[in-house]
Antibody
């Protein structure tokens, strides 16, 4: 069974920074064989895709709303993906979900395992 | 960007009913369409991938269909645990990946 666990969410002031982490484990699971993605959900709102990274980390993709402010990365030796969030705005407040892609390149995929989410609140 | 539009935004139904949720893409996405279920306070759960393939463990009362721009998710013999919010998601092009706005299925 694959397990996904996010951490790092907290209250941060506008303009501040935060780094989210996401660990992905499971028996017989090869972490670098899968792309990983971040999806967020503002309170009472729908799902918004944020960023995705390929299995080897060589390809990264971002939503326009976070491009230039957020950076996705991964450490395959630690089975962990990160989301560095800089210049945070009030509209970035949301629950951030980490999810595993069904393939290693992040296109034509689906998100087959999700974490429970970590809450980010941007407020003064 | 590919826009995904779901209809209806909400619907009410009774246990045992059959309901259909529609999802329309703003351009041809072939069959790269996925469906997720989200119960209150929980993470989304994948149900259907590639328009019509059920993921392991998803009850057979769920079915997906469509291709190109028009897709549907049908739930037959509704059960109490099916009352949730459903999202479609296109996987044809990245970036960005886009979700529909969601359809809330409520108990009548």
């Amino acid at each position: 069974e694959v397990q996904v666990l996010e951490s790092g969410g907290s209250l941060v002031q506008p303009g501040g920074s935060l780094r989210l982490s996401c660990g992905c484990t499971g028996s017989g699971f090869t972490f670098n064989a899968y792309a990983m993605t971040w999806v967020r959900q503002a309170p009472g709102k729908g799902l918004e895709w944020v960023s995705e990274i390929s299995g080897n980390g060589g390809s990264t993709y971002y939503a326009d709303s976070v491009k230039g402010r957020f950076t996705i990365s991964r450490d395959n030796s630690k089975n962990t993906v990160y989301l560095q969030m800089d210049s945070l705005r009030a509209e970035d407040s949301a629950t951030y979900y980490c999810a595993r892609s069904s393939n290693n390149y992040g296109l034509h995929d689906w998100f087959d395992h999700w974490g429970q989410g970590t809450l980010v609140t941007v407020s003064s | 960007d590919i826009q995904m539009t779901q209809s209806p935004s909400s619907l009410s139904a009774s246990v045992g009913d059959t309901v259909t949720i529609s999802c329309r893409a703003s351009q041809n996405i072939a069959r790269y369409l996925n469906w997720y279920q989200q119960r209150p306070g929980k993470a989304p759960k994948p149900l259907v991938y590639a328009a019509s393939s059920l993921l392991d463990g998803v009850p057979s009362r769920f079915s997906g269909s469509g291709s190109g721009t028009d897709f549907t998710l049908t739930i037959s013999d509704l059960q109490p645990e099916d009352f949730a919010i459903y999202y479609c998601q296109q996987a044809f092009s990245i970036p960005p990946i886009t979700f529909g706005q969601g359809t809330r299925l409520e108990i009548k």
